[in-house]
């Protein structure tokens, strides 16, 4: 990676962003990128549970109105 140490070498930042830029013009081209982290979250309910509802994105389970059966 010559172009990324020349951008981290430089003392000019404009020239330093010059390189970063193509830097990051490789990366996208290339493909190097994964996602690190995936979230799957399974969440189960016995048939007698009633009234749990699935929550917003980024909430917690609702309990409110939530009674279990026989």
């Known amino acids: 990676m010559e172009t990324f140490e020349a951008g981290m070498t430089s003392l000019n930042t404009e020239v330093a962003a010059m390189y970063f830029k193509e830097v990051q013009k490789i990366i996208v081209e290339k493909g190097y990128w994964n996602p690190l982290y995936y979230d799957t ?5 016995h048939k007698t549970v009633k009234g749990l509802k699935h929550p917003p994105v980024g909430e917690g389970w609702i309990f409110l109105d939530v009674e279990v059966t026989d």
Do not use: A, D, Q, R
């Open 41 to 45: 979250n399974v969440k189960l309910s």
